[in-house]
Structure formats: C-alpha cells, structure tokens
C-alpha cells in the first residue's frame, strides 16, 4: 500500500499548498497565496494532493482552457479559466522535497489523467524545464518544442497529452 493517500484539495489545504509553491520553486516562479487560494477556490475539481499522516506532502493544479496556446501569464491567476474548458493545463507539480523519489508526483499525475479521461477533457498540456521532460514522457506526454513563454524568467518546453 502506499504510504499517501491522493485526494481533492480542501480549502484548509491552503497554507501547506502556498509552502509547497515555496519550497519548490524559485520564488520567480513560485505561486502567490492568491493565486493558490484562487485556484482552490475556483477550480478544486483539477487540483489534487497527496496526504501522508495528515500533512500534504505533495499537490498538482490547473486551469482549463478551450485554447491551445498556453503562455498566457493572465491565465495562471485564472484569467480566462473555464472549467468545461476541452484542455487542462497544468500549473503546479510539486513534491515536499523529504517526499520525492517514492512517487507522490506520478500518483498524482497519474489521477489527475485518469479524472481528466473520464471527464472528456481531449488534452492535457504544461510547460517544463528541460531536465523533467524524460519524466512526463514516462507518463505519456509528447515533446511540443520551445515554448514561447518567458514564466520566471526562463526557457520552458511545451509537453502535451492528447486523451481521445
Ligand atoms: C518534479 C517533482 C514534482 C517530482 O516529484 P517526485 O514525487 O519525486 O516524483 P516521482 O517519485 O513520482 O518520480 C517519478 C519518476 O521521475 C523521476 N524524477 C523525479 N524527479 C526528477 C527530476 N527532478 N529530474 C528527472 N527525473 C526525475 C524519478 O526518478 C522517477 O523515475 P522512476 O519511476 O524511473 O524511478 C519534484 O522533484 C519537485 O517537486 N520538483 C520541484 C518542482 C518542479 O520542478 N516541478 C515540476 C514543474 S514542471
């Protein structure tokens, strides 16, 4: 058995989920406690964590879209978000860094599919650094090339999941 447990967020999950965006990511990169508290608030359906001994260790957000292009900036405070949007984007994967390589980050990916299959959503689409493309790979996602993004100030690559 796993020693985590995936589930939906909770609103009461917003301070360990603002500490995640924290501790993971330069702080250029890093989600606001707004924008985290927006998309919990907004779009739970697609925000996932993972909790282990009742503390969130790990946690994975999105916006949805009817659009393909993904690089607006707008878009990741929810600008422009509907939730019966046919593409899920994907902002945040996090994994608490006492957590990673035991696959908090595959669970998690892995339901946030397997929810978005059932719900008929036709992509699944995010950017990433180049050094975490081999991992989306594993999971299904093909190489979309260089994204026109600039999120952080750094180069990103698009990787895409069609679901039909
Ligand atoms: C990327 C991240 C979410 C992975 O979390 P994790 O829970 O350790 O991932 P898993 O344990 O599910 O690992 C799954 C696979 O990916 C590999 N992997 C994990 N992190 C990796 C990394 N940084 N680079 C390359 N491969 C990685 C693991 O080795 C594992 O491979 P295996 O199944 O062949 O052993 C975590 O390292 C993290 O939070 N990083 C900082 C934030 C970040 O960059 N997020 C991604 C934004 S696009």
Redesign the pocket.
């Known amino acids: 058995m796993l020693p985590f447990v995936v589930r939906r967020v909770r609103p009461e999950d917003l301070d360990a989920c603002h500490r995640l965006e924290q501790c993971?990511?330069p702080p250029a990169e890093a989600a606001s406690r707004e924008k985290v508290a927006a998309r919990i608030e907004r779009f739970p359906e697609a925000f996932l964590v993972a909790e282990a001994d009742g503390v969130v260790v790990?946690q994975v957000s999105c916006g949805a879209t009817h659009k393909d292009d993904i690089t607006d900036e707008a878009f990741k405070a929810l600008i422009g978000h509907h939730p019966d949007g046919r593409n899920l984007v994907v902002f945040t994967?996090?994994?608490d860094p006492g957590?990673?390589?035991?696959?908090?980050?595959?669970a998690l990916m892995a339901r946030l599919l397997a929810d978005a299959r059932a719900r008929g959503r036709a992509r699944v689409l995010?950017l990433?650094?180049d050094?975490?493309k081999?991992?989306y790979q594993?999971l299904g996602f093909a190489d979309g090339g260089l994204s026109a993004s600039t999120h952080g100030g750094t180069t990103w690559s698009e990787m895409r999941l069609d679901l039909g």
């Open positions: 993971c990511f790990g994967l996090t994994t957590w990673r390589k035991r696959g908090v980050a595959s995010l990433c650094k050094d975490l081999g991992f594993g």
